[in-house]
C-alpha cells in the first residue's frame, strides 16, 4: 500500500470490502489494486483453481463488494473494452453484467450477457463454461421481470450442456430455484436451492466458505420460511450471520442483508432479535 496523494496533491481514499481483518489490511487505494491486476490477473490457489485479481482479494481470496467491487469491475472492463475478442474481454463484460443485475439495470445487463456470449469463441479451452456462465447470468438478469423466460433459459442450458465444473453446476440450480420461486413455485424450488448449497459445501467446491456459498446458504433459509418452515429458516439464517461475521466481518453488506433476513423472520415469529 502507498501513502501518495493524487495528481492535485489531494488525498486518494482507501477503499476495503473483503474479509481481510487488521488495522489497514482491508484498505487499499483501488488504482494499486487495477495496477497489481494488470501485471497479474490471476491468484493461484493450488493446483487447478485460479481466481481474478479483479474480483478477488490476494489476501483474504474473498470476492470484493460494496463500492471497491463496483469500482473494479468498471476498471476492468474499462481494460479490455476496445480490446480484440479474447477470453479477457468476455470475462470483463460478464462482470459488469453481473453486477448491474445486482444494482436492478437489468435490461443493459441482458444486451451485456448476450455480447460476452457472442464474443466466446468454439476454439477457446474454456469456451462451455463461458457460455454456460453467460446464460446462467442473463437467466438472472430476467428474474425479475421474466421469470418464465429466465427458466426457459436454464432448462434449455441443462438440456444441451453438461453442468461442470462444480461452480457453474452451483449456479445453476440457484438460479433454478430463484426462477421457480419467483413463480410461486416454492416446494419445486426447494431440491435446486439444497442442491446450490450441498455443492457449495463439499469438496467439489474450491472454496466451501466463500461468499457465494453463504449467499445460497441464505437464499435456501429465505426460502424455508417461504413454505412455512420457520423454525429451520431461522436456524439456518443465525447459522449463516455467523459465518459472515467470522468471513466477511461484521460491518460486510452481504452480512447486513442477512441481518435483516433474521430480523424480519424473528418479528414474523413474535420474537426479539
Excluded at 469500482?71 to 459488469?96: E, G, H, N, P, T
Aim: aromatic letters at 6%; proline letters at 3%; a positive charge.
Amino acid at each position: 500500500l502507498d501513502r501518495e496523494g493524487g495528481p492535485d496533491g489531494g488525498a486518494i481514499p482507501l477503499r476495503g470490502s473483503c474479509a481481510c481483518r487488521g488495522p489497514s489490511a482491508a484498505f487499499a487505494h483501488v488504482d494499486c489494486l487495477a495496477e497489481m491486476a494488470k501485471r497479474n490477473a490471476w491468484i493461484q490457489v493450488g493446483e487447478r483453481v485460479r481466481l481474478s485479481r479483479w474480483l478477488f482479494c490476494a489476501t483474504c481470496r474473498q470476492h470484493h463488494s460494496g463500492v471497491l467491487s463496483a469500482k473494479m469491475v468498471l476498471l476492468f472492463w474499462r481494460q479490455f473494452r476496445d480490446a480484440a475478442v479474447s477470453l479477457d474481454r468476455c470475462r470483463a463484460i460478464w462482470s459488469l453484467a453481473k453486477m448491474l443485475t445486482y444494482y436492478g439495470e437489468y435490461d443493459v445487463a441482458e444486451r451485456l450477457y448476450l455480447e460476452a456470449r457472442r464474443g466466446a469463441h468454439d476454439d477457446d479451452p474454456t469456451y462451455r463454461e463461458t457460455i454456460l456462465s453467460t446464460e446462467i447470468g442473463r437467466a438472472g438478469a430476467l428474474l425479475a421481470g421474466r421469470p418464465r423466460d429466465a427458466l426457459q433459459i436454464l432448462m434449455q442450458v441443462s438440456s444441451s450442456m453438461e453442468l461442470e465444473p462444480a461452480h457453474i453446476c452451483a449456479a445453476y440450480n440457484r438460479a433454478m430455484s430463484a426462477a421457480l420461486a419467483e413463480l410461486g413455485r416454492f416446494e419445486e424450488a426447494m431440491p435446486f436451492s439444497a442442491a446450490a448449497v450441498e455443492i457449495r459445501r463439499s469438496r467439489r467446491s474450491s472454496d466451501p466458505d466463500s461468499f457465494e456459498t453463504l449467499e445460497a446458504m441464505r437464499g435456501q433459509a429465505n426460502l424455508l420460511a417461504r413454505v412455512g418452515r420457520v423454525e429451520e429458516a431461522k436456524e439456518e439464517l443465525t447459522r449463516v450471520l455467523n459465518l459472515q461475521k467470522r468471513i466477511l466481518g461484521l460491518d460486510n453488506g452481504l452480512t447486513r442483508i442477512t441481518q435483516n433476513d433474521l430480523h424480519v423472520l424473528l418479528r414474523r415469529l413474535g420474537l426479539r432479535d
